[in-house]
Structures are given as structure tokens and as C-alpha cells.
């Protein structure tokens, strides 16, 4: 197509001079605008050899300019769009890694508080068992405290009362005979109270 218009452009062009100086052709006209059969054939003869020359050694590397041009400009278009499409893709890959990091991160903050929750109800549980543990041992050692107390007391009452019953009868019994005697009357004692309470 640029070869037809390369032609066809300075074809019309010559085709239409021609016409124009017959137009002018008359009386008292300046030899300029006369036709000269001689002139017109030389200068279509120049014309075409400057036409041939031009084709020759311009207009091919003229076009091979445009068309390497025309081919850069294509090229860079194309590795524009390659690059778009390939940053298209970088961002929607950056936007999911992003959003698979934050999910990860939202993941470890829910394990971290399960985690912390976990250890705190394992250290709940665990200073609850201990102070159980501390309160049955407090008891325990109330408990035998208290018996302890009860033992040392029953065997002074045992004596207080050996010794009072001694008196007032002014006679000495069985020692052994008086403290089971009065043991077991104690005994009876505590567990009517034991009853009781």
C-alpha cells in the first residue's frame, strides 16, 4: 500500500501540472506559462530519473526507517502490555500472600490465647489443688493436734481425779484399777458429748 501511494502521489502530481499551464495557455501570457513540447519532455524525462533515484536509494530506506520504527513502537506496546499483565499478576500474588499472612497471623494470635487460656486454667486448677491440698493438711494436723490436746488432757483429768478421789477417800486404791475406772468414765463423757454435738 505505501508503494501504490509512493507512486500514485507524484504521478497525480505531475498529471496536474500540466493541465494547469495549458489553463494558462493564451494571449498575453508570459513566456513562463507557455508550453514548451521540448521543456515538458525533458522535465518529465528528469522527473521520472529523480523519481528512479529517489525510489532506489531513499524512499526504500526511508520506509525501512518507518517500518523499524513502526516495528519498536509495536514492540514497546507489546512488552508494555507483557509488563502490565505481568504486574497484574505480581499484585493479585501480593494481595493473596497478604491476605494468607494476615490469616496466619490471625491464627497465631487465636493459638497464643488458647494457649495463655490453656496455662491459665492449668494454673488455677493447680493452685486450687494445692491450697486444697493445704487445707486438708491444716486439718490434719488440727485434727491430730486436737487429739493430741484431748490425750495430754484426759490423762492429767485421769490423774486430777486420782488424786482428788484419793483424798477425799483417804485411802489408796489400785492405781491401775482407779485410771481404767475413771478412763472409761471419761470415755462415756466424751462420747455423750460426741452424741450431743
Known amino acids: 500500500m505505501r508503494t501504490t501511494r509512493a507512486v500514485v502521489v507524484p504521478a497525480l502530481l505531475w498529471a496536474a501540472t500540466p493541465v494547469s499551464l495549458l489553463a494558462a495557455e493564451g494571449e498575453g501570457t508570459t513566456p513562463l506559462f507557455t508550453i ?10 528528469v522527473f521520472f530519473a529523480l523519481l528512479g533515484i529517489l525510489w532506489k536509494f531513499a524512499w526504500g530506506p526511508i520506509l525501512a526507517a518507518v517500518d523499524a520504527r513502526e516495528k519498536a513502537i509495536q514492540g514497546a506496546l507489546d512488552e508494555a502490555a507483557r509488563q502490565n499483565q505481568d504486574a497484574t499478576r505480581l499484585l493479585e500474588e501480593h494481595r493473596r500472600q497478604l491476605a494468607d499472612a494476615r490469616r496466619h497471623a490471625g491464627d497465631l494470635i487465636a493459638e497464643g490465647k488458647a494457649a495463655g ?3 491459665r486454667k492449668e494454673l ?3 493452685s486450687r489443688a494445692e491450697a486444697q491440698a493445704m487445707v486438708e493438711r491444716a486439718k490434719n494436723e488440727i485434727e491430730r493436734e486436737r487429739d493430741a490436746a484431748l490425750d495430754v488432757l484426759r490423762r492429767e483429768s485421769v490423774d486430777l481425779a486420782l488424786a482428788a478421789a484419793s483424798r477425799l477417800v483417804q485411802e489408796k486404791m489400785d492405781q491401775s484399777k482407779d485410771r481404767q475406772y475413771v478412763e472409761r468414765f471419761l470415755d462415756q463423757v466424751s462420747k455423750g458429748r460426741g452424741a450431743s454435738a
Open 36 to 45: 514548451n513540447l521540448g521543456t515538458t519532455v525533458w522535465t518529465t524525462l
Open 117 to 119: 487460656e490453656k496455662v
Open 124 to 126: 488455677e486448677e493447680k
